[in-house]
């Protein structure tokens, strides 16, 4: 099977940095990606990591140690319209490709 | 934004009754997923397609059966709704780089109740 574990919650100042962690336990792993989703909203793809390393986009960026099979999502400058959940899920290849979700962080921006 | 349409948006329905629910895409994008979202649980596979006819079982489909008779419609079908069915169910597509999954696109959700 396989298992991510995410914080539940998260609380960060505007223009601050937040970290938001993730750690997984899978077979066949191709990627870690990171989602954004609003309450009442349907989740957005923010990122995608295949190689160990930073990937940075605009004030977002995500790292991925594949050895450690841990990664993290950056988020800087932060603004009241960043507060919502961020999932991180793992794709999984072979003949089929399965995307499975972390159970989510809440990210709480305060003035 | 990929075209991924999920209807209905909202049903009410009773303990024992079938329902199905459908997603619709326009972007023949190859593969294709069903989740349902529960407070504390995340985002939860309970079936995915990577081809029409082909699927597959996520971590939660007991209870649940689906089809993809073609490309741009996976239907979800609970068989005999239960009140722990309750929940919102997302559709996700994704055009496939080869087997892998990189950016996944969401439909708006579908707000199930079982009373």
């Known amino acids: 099977g396989q298992s991510l574990e995410q914080p539940s919650e998260v609380t960060a100042v505007e223009g601050a940095i937040v970290q938001i962690n993730c750690t997984y336990q899978?077979?066949?792993?191709?990627?870690l990606s990171w989602y954004q989703q609003h309450d009442g909203g349907a989740p957005t793809f923010l990122s995608y990591n295949a190689l160990d390393g930073l990937e940075e986009t605009g004030r977002f960026s995500s790292f991925l140690s594949r050895s450690d099979s841990y990664g993290y999502l950056l988020l800087q400058e932060l603004q009241m319209k960043d507060s919502a959940s961020y999932f991180c899920?793992?794709?999984?290849?072979?003949?089929?490709?399965?995307?499975?979700f972390g159970t989510g962080t809440r990210l709480q921006v305060t003035l | 934004d990929a075209g991924i349409t999920q209807s209905p948006r909202h049903k009410v329905t009773e303990t024992g009754t079938p329902v199905t629910l459908r997603c619709h895409q326009t972007?023949?994008?190859?593969?294709m997923y069903w989740y349902r979202q529960d407070p504390g649980h995340g985002l939860r596979l309970i079936h995915y397609s990577y081809g029409v006819k082909d699927t597959d079982k996520g971590e939660v489909s007991d209870g649940y059966s689906v089809s993809r008779s073609k490309t741009e419609d996976f239907l979800l079908t609970l068989e005999s709704a239960t009140s722990s069915q309750t929940s919102v169910y997302f559709c996700?597509?994704?055009?496939?780089?080869?087997?892998?999954?990189?950016?996944?696109?969401f439909g708006q959700g579908t707000r199930l109740t079982v009373v």
């Open positions: 899920a793992v794709s999984q290849g072979g003949t089929a490709s399965k995307l499975t």
């Open positions: 972007e023949n994008h190859r593969y």
């Open positions: 996700a597509t994704n055009p496939g780089t080869g087997t892998i999954v990189t950016e996944a696109f």
């Open positions: 899978t077979s066949g792993f191709y990627g």
